[in-house]
């Protein structure tokens, strides 16, 4: 599990991003609930959570956050009346994200709207909605319809975080170590 929190995650350890998601195979649910409980008493003291958003047979999708972060973010101007347009009752994170995994085990679709779970700007959430994800200026983490170029600057951030902590982390430093405390 270490690999794939560097490899998908190192943004959001590094407190560049407020979360990410990665697919983990696991051998069966006892692992699994053990993993993220170990995982979640690590990281606490860093800021970062773990959360199962959703598991098929032998795949789990999980969400790794500063919920510092994703509040913030659920609090920014347009986010509340955007995700109640979306049937959210409340942007209050932990409702928030309850809301979202009830929606994610309904469909075997992602929601649109969990791109402000993830930390991308509504304009580019709204963006790829109204857009049906065509028309975008750029592509990186995500599809961009507003500001491209404050947008290739972050991918870019994003991208070197990445090989940096993939490059520690393969010369012996710990996930742990490499979490920034917020």
Known sequence: MEQELIMYCAPTLASL???S?????YA???QL???LLSWNACFAEKGVELLLLRRTETRALIYVFRRSFLSRDLALPGV???LKSCGYESTDAADA??????KLRASADFPHEIGIFLG???CDVCGFICNKGRKCKCVGCWKVYGDAQSARRLFAKYDKCRTVYGRLWREGRSVLQLTVTT
Do not use: M
Not at 97 to 102: A, F, K, N, V
């Open 17 to 19: 991003k407020t979360a």
């Open 21 to 25: 998601l990665f697919n983990l195979r």
């Open 28 to 30: 069966n649910e006892a």
């Open 33 to 35: 609930q053990e993993q």
């Open 80 to 82: 509340d009346s955007f």
């Open 97 to 102: 994200l309850g809301t979202l995994r009830e």
């Open 120 to 122: 991308y700007p509504l």
